[in-house]
């Protein structure tokens, strides 16, 4: 398994360097960070930045989405930050959630989403396409992206399945997990691809501690804010085909204020109970923490992608690094 951050940027420029900087010193494989321009710093300078502070990683948003930006606008972002990078940028993108969201817009479609990302190759890699009737093309540009697509439903995920590099699942419940592959491979054995080959990341925030209550309360948030996007795939899908885990725990759910989006002490995650925290998130002492690690790798996940924003930051990560990854790496 290998491990990556996301970070969120509203923590000042110096610390979004540093950390990075911390991250690739202590071995993670993957620098990610959000990408919702309202809400938070615009993350393309950011990424700029965080390229020329790293030498070996893996750097890019979880997640964008082919709206807010001109999918060309973003197709040419990427291919300038693979030559600053020297090849080391990876597309994270999605349908669309707070950035979306914030500006009273649904996310995408999931045929638009796939057809965004085989417009992204095809630019990336210096390919020519129509675009409304005008061939267009970043003729400079090559060696495109590998490209992760983020989702929960079931029609995402098989798309996914059959286009994606790599999935991006936003909890480390092990068995939602598997749940969410089996349509993975069932996209990517229809088109002919080996799904074994597609890369699957667990994003999740995580809280070393012995004190259990304390742990929940740094990252409660983060159900609250899973909750966005299994409320939009209960409205394009028959609940009754859908896991019990994943969905009974937003009948109680509220309103969501995006002006509160992933913050500790959020009012947005009250409903949220401790067992599903304890599902969703690594929680406790770090041999529990390794545990859910293996149990994370046996249904498929390949990378661990820490939510680096429940406060400490520095500490957290090398906390993590000295206690769990130590632990961990070479042992699954």
């Not at 983060?222 to 019990?244: C, G, K, Q, R």
Request: net charge neutral; proline share 5%.
């Amino acid at each position: 398994m290998q491990f990556g951050i996301t970070l969120k940027p509203d923590i000042s420029v110096e610390r979004i360097v540093g950390l990075t900087r911390q991250a690739e010193t202590a071995g993670f494989e993957y620098g990610w960070i959000f990408d919702s321009h309202v809400l938070w710093k615009e993350c393309y300078p950011l990424l700029t930045l965080m390229a020329s502070n790293t030498k070996k990683m893996h750097l890019g948003p979880c997640v964008t989405n082919p709206a807010v930006r001109d999918i060309t606008v973003t197709a040419s972002l990427f291919a300038t930050l693979n030559i600053i990078s020297g090849g080391r940028m990876e597309l994270g993108i999605g349908r669309g959630d707070s950035s979306r969201r914030v500006l009273g817009k649904k996310p995408v479609t999931t045929a638009h989403l796939e057809n965004s990302v085989q417009i992204f190759r095809d630019l990336t890699s210096g390919h020519e396409v129509e675009l409304d009737g005008q061939p267009t093309s970043l003729s400079w540009a090559k060696n495109s992206p590998r490209v992760w697509i983020a989702g929960y439903g079931p029609k995402v995920l098989e798309m996914a399945g059959r286009v994606a590099d790599g999935i991006i699942l936003q909890f480390a419940d092990p068995h939602l997990i598997s749940w969410c592959l089996g349509f993975v491979k069932k996209g990517a054995q229809a088109a002919g691809r080996d799904p074994q080959k597609i890369e699957v990341m667990a994003a999740a925030p995580v809280w070393l501690s012995d004190d259990l209550n304390l742990a929940r309360e740094r990252v409660r948030w983060f159900p609250a804010l899973v909750s966005n996007h299994v409320v939009d795939m209960i409205s394009h899908h028959n609940p009754a085909e859908l896991p019990a885990e994943l969905t009974s725990f937003v009948r109680n759910r509220g309103g969501y204020d995006y002006q509160q989006h992933c913050e500790v002490d959020s009012s947005n995650s009250k409903f949220v109970s401790d067992e599903v925290t304890d599902r969703f998130c690594l929680l406790g002492p770090a041999s529990a923490h390794q545990e859910k690690l293996r149990a994370l790798a046996k249904a498929g996940v390949t990378q661990f992608n820490i939510y680096l924003m429940c406060g400490d930051e520095e500490q957290n990560l090398e906390d993590f690094k000295r206690e769990v990854m130590s632990g961990f790496v070479g042992k699954v």
